[in-house]
């Protein structure tokens, strides 16, 4: 079992940046391919950026690659996703989402573990 816990959303304007943590617990965090999702009212969950046990192999959506940076930290047991020139559209709780395999995915339903979410406002 894999307990997640995200932090760090708020309200921000357009061209700011956030920090989000996903601060895991229960089973050795170090196995887990981890990511980062997010939903909008009205539309379905969304690829954000996932990253490898390791964090040598890591992977972004398209509306986020250049802007978005995701690390993790296996000694500290979290993930972080860096956002960076961030955009109305960016608008939305997200989520962090472990597997219970090394392997990064960018398919919700191959993930075992969410957290609760945290809302991320973006405003023009």
């Known amino acids: 079992q894999v307990q997640l816990v995200e932090s760090g959303g708020g309200l921000v304007q357009a061209g700011d940046s956030l920090r989000l943590s996903c601060a895991a617990s229960?089973?050795?965090?170090?196995?887990?391919?981890m990511g980062w999702f997010r939903q909008s009212p009205g539309k379905e969950r969304e690829f954000v950026s996932a990253?490898?046990?390791?964090?040598?192999?890591?992977y972004y959506a398209d509306s986020v690659k250049g802007r978005f940076t995701i690390s993790r930290d296996n000694a500290k047991n979290t993930v972080v996703l860096q956002m960076n020139s961030l955009k109305p559209e960016d608008t939305a709780v997200y989520y962090c989402?472990?597997?219970?395999?090394?392997?990064?995915?960018?398919?919700?339903?191959?993930?075992?573990?969410w957290g609760q979410g945290t809302q991320v406002t973006v405003s023009s």
């Open positions: 989402a472990a597997r219970i395999i090394g392997v990064l995915s960018t398919r919700a339903e191959q993930y075992n573990y």
């Open positions: 229960g089973r050795t965090f170090s196995n887990n391919g």
């Open positions: 990253i490898n046990w390791s964090g040598a192999v890591t």
